[in-house]
């Protein structure tokens, strides 16, 4: 309509673009010279592994949250192994509406996608959701204030294993090997987010006793980040190569721009298939883990298509069978699948709120309310204008 225009005018930020074209352009070429430089360090303390707990554990090491090493040579590359004949997969995803305060009512929603693969069975994978609503004071207005988004988050993750390990231990007979897959690290950080302490304290009790009954029941699970920007190996290299002393031939660029080189970028020398050595999650972030016997490890894997991080306890970390079949299965998952976990694109498919879902769960939400006599619910003023401003735009 004449004298309406763009509500995002791209032609102002066209120097910005061109800019921001440049700056990534600039990160990238930086990555590609640091990378050698630190490959050389991580062949050089390949065999260090204790000097660099020690590091890891120093005020300076914890302060960055370094990784840890394991027992492994931190360069090693171990090919896939051999996939069982017959395995369970089972993996869970969730996502959420956020509670909205213009509109019709105060509420959230948590909705769990969940699937069962039984790779060699000839069997149709058994998908399912479970959806739950979120309405009464305690839930939406804890501690007095309206429930934050990190709160929310958190109460999703939680949702995720707890529903993954009622479904994993449901399905386990003994006879053929399982695990449980989530999407995203397996590390549940909580001192970082706007959560009151004692719900803090409820929700990492709640998952560290799935983690509890995990290992009990004798199923590995493991957590999988695709495309992950994480550096903490890159950071511990970064300390150990200002504390101990500089091999010959390897210079020092590392220090100032640590920043643009990630792990990712470091295990680039993977091939298909293999993974990395085992490292122990940074220690600030672990430390309740690690209290309750659930330290969280993690390895790079090439999946065929990019580097991806997996996460798991220490439990699974230091059993050599459940280790195997952790990356056999993910592996192979990622191989049928472009890269990602077959059964984690399932559940997700399973957990995705559409917006029609939406628009037809608040339509029933205000029939509910109307039913018992309550006035027709309405969006607040403010949701009302935008909603015809939007309108309007669209046509």
């Known amino acids: 309509m004449p004298g309406e225009r763009m509500a995002l005018e791209l032609s102002k930020v066209i120097g910005q673009i061109h800019e921001m074209g440049q700056e990534l352009a600039a990160r990238a070429r930086q990555e590609r010279t640091l990378s050698p430089t630190a490959r050389d360090w991580l062949r050089h303390f390949a065999h260090r592994q204790e000097e660099l707990r020690q590091i890891a554990t120093s005020e300076e090491g914890r302060r960055v949250r370094c990784a840890s090493p394991g027992d492994e040579p931190l360069d090693m590359a171990r090919p896939a192994p051999t996939m069982p004949e017959r ?13 909205d305060r213009h509109g019709i009512a105060l509420y959230y929603v948590i909705n769990i996608g969940t699937i069962v693969f039984r790779h060699g069975s000839q069997r149709a994978p058994e998908v399912a959701t479970n959806p739950r609503l979120f309405y009464t004071d305690d839930q939406v207005f804890p501690g007095g204030e309206l429930v934050s988004g990190d709160l929310v988050s958190a109460e999703r993750t939680l949702a995720e294993i707890q529903v993954l390990t009622d479904l994993a231990l449901s399905v386990s007979d003994g006879d053929v090997p399982c695990i449980a897959l989530m999407d995203g690290p397996l590390l549940i950080w909580l001192q970082r987010t706007n959560v009151p302490q004692e719900r803090q304290a409820r929700i990492l009790h709640d998952y560290l006793t799935c983690l509890r009954r995990l290992r ?18 890159i950071a511990l290299l970064n300390v150990a190569h200002r504390l101990l002393e500089a091999p010959s031939g390897i210079g020092r660029p590392l220090e100032a721009k640590v920043r643009n080189v990630t792990d ?13 050595a085992l ?4 220690t600030a972030a672990n430390e ?26 220490v439990w699974v970390a230091h059993h050599a069978e459940w280790l195997d079949l952790v990356h056999a299965a993910i592996y192979d998952q990622c191989r049928i699948n472009n890269g990602y976990p077959y059964v984690l ?4 498919e399973q957990a995705v709120i559409l917006g029609e879902e939406r628009e037809a769960l608040e339509a029933m939400i205000g029939r509910a309310m109307a039913s018992h006599g309550l006035p027709l619910p309405e969006f607040s003023r403010k949701a009302q204008q935008k909603q015809k401003a939007r309108w309007r735009k669209r046509r």
């Open 264 to 276: 990712r970028a470091l295990f680039r020398f993977l091939q298909p298939g293999e993974r990395s």
């Open 288 to 313: 309740d883990f690690q209290a309750h016997g659930h330290t969280i490890y993690f390895f790079y894997l090439n999946t065929g298509a990019d580097l991806a991080r997996v996460e798991v306890p």
């Open 279 to 282: 490292f122990v999650r940074g």
């Open 216 to 233: 009990s029941g004798g199923l590995p699970i493991a957590g999988f980040v695709s495309r992950p920007f994480s550096a903490e190996v």
């Open 345 to 348: 694109t399932r559940a997700d």
């Open 87 to 99: 395995i369970t997969l089972v993996a869970a995803d969730g996502s959420q509406i956020y509670p």
